[in-house]
């Protein structure tokens, strides 16, 4: 602490060397406080300043204390007119609210500072001089402002992880599914009890045992063999298993699961999901039906469905035309097939599927294919070109039927000048109408 600018002169006293020390050590504890005060006169000129004030401010220590001004314009103008309010409140012998403000140094740092003010009578004729204490505050104001981050940041978490969790209880909602995990060593399996309420039930059976009876007879033991095998092989599962319902019947459920394994390999439980899938069993069934229906009138009207990609030059069609003709299975590859065909009629196909492509048309074309044990039968062969959205063809899908009985009908219907009309009409009747013509390859 220097004494400005009241410089002794002589040889110091005894008293003046142990206010001289007093005063170093009130230094030394304010240092450490982080604690400064300075002194103004009633004219307003700084009669005294602490060295912690001036290293707050970052001022030069040695030499005169600096003017009011040199502190005043290191405080921002806002905060500033905080600490002249309080200042004359205390000139109004009003007392003065202590007042936290910044200093902004000439370097840009900034301090926070706990500013308080008072008067203290005069050495001399008793005219009060003002006083400020001063501590620095800035490392407990960061320290805040860190604490209101972090609090802001869990807040922002935690609003996260609820939001995060309610759009995951409404994705669980729509797919009917719930969470679950299951405990090896307490043997408890929790649950979210969505499942069990859309299947009717208050709340989910306890313990895990009545839940698995509730299992149809038929799915359990493919279950249990399921989940240990899981844990034999390390990797997930997947089963389907029917589950009662409360109000009688039976719903399906897909669970998919997997097992738990702690630091030392050792089985621990398991967790997963549990899901409705009994919409999605009713459509898959449904779609077999359709399938099973496709099948048996492809099968009754002896024809067969089929797809060609360009791309792979693999064609894919139902053995079922070529098992109608006799054959085990479908030839291996499309020029196989073509090498089945009569050997007047490949050309004439070839250019119908040409004309299609050229012209963007379906098209229906008529052939003979050997049969495995003699003879040929007659194929009528629809397609489609299909295009990308370049306009390059990628291949074609159709159908073929065995038309040899119609075939045949029609050659031995064929009306001659001399043949009754009654004949002719039983023919008709026995081909049944067509309408329009229908263009054909000729053989």
């Known amino acids: 602490m220097t004494l400005v600018p009241n410089p002794s002169t002589g040889t ?22 982080r604690i400064g005060h300075w002194e103004f006169a009633p004219d307003g000129t700084t009669i005294f300043a602490s060295s912690q004030v001036l290293e707050i401010f970052d001022l030069p220590a040695d030499g005169p204390a600096p003017s009011v001004d040199k502190f005043r314009a290191l405080v921002p103008p806002s905060e500033l007119d905080q600490v002249t309010a309080a200042l004359n409140a205390m000139r109004q012998g009003l007392t003065a609210t202590p007042v936290r403000h910044r200093v902004v140094r000439a370097d840009r740092t900034v301090r926070w500072v706990d ?28 320290a805040l402002d860190a604490m209101r981050q972090s609090a802001e940041v869990i807040r922002q978490s935690s609003e996260a992880i609820r939001e995060s969790d309610e759009r995951q209880r409404e994705a669980l909602r729509i797919a009917r599914a719930s969470l679950w995990t299951w405990d090896r060593r307490t043997r408890l399996l929790s649950q979210s009890h969505d499942l069990y309420e859309w299947l009717g039930y208050e709340s989910a059976p306890d313990p895990f045992d009545d839940r698995i009876a509730l299992r149809h007879p038929d799915d359990r033991e493919p279950s249990r063999q399921a989940a240990e095998g899981a844990i034999r092989q390390r990797v997930p599962y997947v089963i389907r298993y029917r589950l009662a319902r409360a109000g009688g019947g039976w719903a399906w459920i897909e669970g998919r699961g997997e097992p738990v394994f702690d630091g030392t390999g050792e089985f621990t439980g398991y967790r997963g999901t549990a899901q409705d899938i009994s919409e999605q069993v009713k459509r898959e069934e449904a779609l077999r039906e359709s399938d099973d229906r496709q099948r048996e009138a492809l099968h009754i009207a002896r024809a067969s469905v089929w797809v060609w990609d360009r791309r792979t030059r693999i064609f894919s069609e ?45 098209y229906t074309t008529h052939y003979r294919v050997a049969r495995p044990a003699g003879g040929w039968a007659w194929i009528e062969g629809r397609g ?10 990628t291949g074609y899908r159709g159908t073929r039927q065995d038309v040899t009985e119609q075939r045949e009908a029609e050659s031995r219907c064929s009306v001659t000048s001399w043949t009754p009309w009654a004949t002719a009409s039983r023919c008709s009747r026995r081909m049944g109408a067509t309408t329009g013509p229908t263009r054909r390859s000729t053989a």
Do not use: K, N, W
């Open 384 to 393: 489609i070109p299909q295009f990308d959205e370049q306009g390059e063809l």
């Open 318 to 362: 139902s053995d079922d035309l070529y098992q109608m003709l006799g054959y085990e299975v479908a030839p291996a590859s499309f020029d196989d097939q073509v090498a089945l065909r009569y050997p007047d009629d490949r050309e004439p196909s070839r250019q119908f599927v040409e004309d299609a492509i050229r012209r963007r048309v379906p």
């Open 115 to 142: 500013h308080s003010f008072d008067f203290r009578p005069g050495p001399s004729d008793g005219t009060p001089i003002l006083m400020g204490v001063m501590q620095d505050v800035t490392d407990e104001v960061l």
């Open 12 to 33: 110091p006293s005894p008293a003046e060397r142990e206010l001289q020390a007093q005063r170093l050590i009130l230094e030394h504890a304010q240092r450490l406080a």
